[in-house]
C-alpha cells in the first residue's frame, strides 16, 4: 500500500470513530432528555398524588368532627 493510500485509510479510520463518537454522545443526550421528562412526569403525578391525599384527609376530620 501507498503512503497516500495508507493516509486516506487512517484518516477514514479516524473519521468513522468520531462519527461513532458523536453517535454515542446523541444517544446519551437523548437518555437524558427522556429521563429528565420521567422525572418531570412523576413529580407532577406525586404532587397530584399529595394534593389528593391532603383532601381525603380533610374529608376524613370533617366526617370525625360529624361523629364526634
Do not use: F, K, N, Y
Not at 13 to 19: G, H, I, N, S, V
Not at 27 to 48: N, P
Not at 55 to 61: L, S
Amino acid at each position: 500500500m501507498s503512503l497516500i493510500t495508507t493516509d486516506l485509510v487512517l484518516e477514514r479510520q479516524q473519521e468513522r470513530r468520531a462519527e461513532a463518537e458523536e453517535g454515542r454522545l446523541a444517544g446519551r443526550a437523548a437518555a437524558a432528555a427522556r429521563l429528565q421528562r420521567r422525572a418531570s412526569r412523576l413529580a407532577h403525578r406525586a404532587e397530584r398524588a399529595a394534593v389528593r391525599a391532603e383532601r381525603v384527609a380533610a374529608r376524613a376530620r370533617v366526617a370525625a368532627a360529624r361523629i364526634i
